[in-house]
């Protein structure tokens, strides 16, 4: 079963935070001593300890910087580019949807840190090799579909999701009733 590493400041959750020294700071001195590899957890945390992650990867220290220095609010609906192919916004204010509308999805070329900026939504995980392919990855589209179950957590304003390459992941989902939310998904090249 996939699981979620917990930083700093999580919120509670019905799944139980990974508390482990090699995955996650647990305090401000404590920065990440690896880059993440397959098969560790998807991250969820508050932005405020986004630089707890910034040894990941250069790229994903830029994508919180970005977050952290940048108005969202101001941001137009649609893709804002920030450095070309490597790195971009894809910037979301729209309603979520009920669960059944909502898609397992996976990326092979990106990263996804998505960050929500108004409204509350459930985002589901889960390992790659627990899911069942519904739609074949498309090169030019960087996704492919599933079909299966993982865990859940409620995600809102302040709070990010960091989604790797072996992350299956379904956003948008209503807490309870559809409701609008803006959120920022930054796009890093793997």
């Keep these: 079963m996939a699981e979620a590493v917990y930083g700093a400041a999580s919120q509670a959750s ?6 482990s020294p090699e995955l996650v700071g647990l305090s401000s001195n404590l920065e990440f001593p690896r880059a993440r590899q397959s098969g560790d957890p998807m991250i969820f945390d508050r932005l405020e300890y986004a630089k707890l ?17 940048t108005d969202l609010r101001q941001l137009p609906p649609g893709r804002v580019e920030i450095d070309g192919e490597s790195m971009f916004a894809m910037v979301v204010d729209e309603p979520t949807r009920i669960r059944s509308d909502c898609k397992w999805e996976s990326h092979r070329r990106y ?3 998505q960050y929500v900026v108004d409204g509350e939504e459930v985002m589901g995980f889960a390992s790659l090799d627990q899911m069942r392919v519904v739609e074949p990855f498309k090169e030019s589209l960087d996704y492919a579909f599933y ?7 409620t995600v809102r304003p302040g709070f990010f999701a960091l989604f790797a390459p072996q992350d299956v992941h379904r956003p948008s989902m209503a ?12 796009k890093i090249e793997v």
Aim: net charge positive; aromatic share 8%; hydrophobic share 35%.
């Design 175 to 186: 807490v309870t009733t559809p409701m609008r939310v803006r959120k920022v998904v930054i």
């Design 111 to 113: 990263h996804d840190i």
């Design 14 to 19: 019905a799944v139980s935070p990974r508390r």
């Design 53 to 69: 992650y910034h040894g990941l990867s250069p790229g994903i220290a830029r994508g919180f910087d970005y977050l952290r220095t």
């Design 147 to 153: 079909e299966g179950d993982g865990q859940y957590i």
